[in-house]
């Protein structure tokens, strides 16, 4: 019984760096309610340490590449860009959509492409839409990559399994 807890304790404190304290407490009396009680005392510092990895696993960036659907400088730009990411969200709901200013153009990219190969296949998806986009070298949030994806269902009959489809 107490290996079982000290694995489960285990578990949790390994996936910590994915959670944040309050829910790791959570965590650990859901996973043994039903075997006793825990008791979590935590030591000074502990919420410090944790936001200090939070914070830094959030600021990692790393080279990648996304595809430019929109640049202009003119006076409506802002207000176009808008317009364009919004399109674009309501077109691809899955695909990050992200818009800048560069002085003096506003742009609207989308995608975390961690190759150019990988551009290159998101920008043949949207090209249909988006005939004048183009790939080009930016920095991409660590955490936009390891955000897990809803799963879209798509049910073949109502014998079969669903079919996840992964965009």
Not at 86 to 93: A, G, I, N, R
Not at 141 to 156: M, Y
């Amino acid at each position: 019984m107490r290996y079982f807890i000290f694995i489960v304790a285990l578990c949790f404190a390994l996936s910590a760096s994915a959670q944040n304290v309050e829910q790791m407490k959570r965590g650990l009396i859901n996973a043994v309610e039903q075997e006793g009680s825990v008791v979590v005392i935590e030591g000074e510092g502990v919420r410090d340490a944790v936001s200090a990895v939070e914070a830094q696993r959030r600021s990692k960036e790393i080279s990648g590449f996304r595809i430019v659907i929109f640049s202009d400088n003119g006076q409506y730009a802002g207000d176009n860009a808008d317009a364009v990411l919004q399109e674009f969200k309501s077109l691809y709901p899955r695909i990050n959509a992200y818009m800048v200013y560069e002085s003096p153009y506003f742009k609207v990219s989308v995608g975390d492409c961690l190759s150019m190969e990988e551009a290159q296949i998101l920008m043949a998806k949207i090209l249909g839409n988006y005939p004048k986009a183009f790939p080009r070298r930016e920095s991409i949030q660590l955490e936009a990559l390891t955000a897990p994806l809803t799963p879209i269902v798509e049910p073949v009959d109502s014998l079969a399994l669903p079919i996840v489809v992964v965009e």
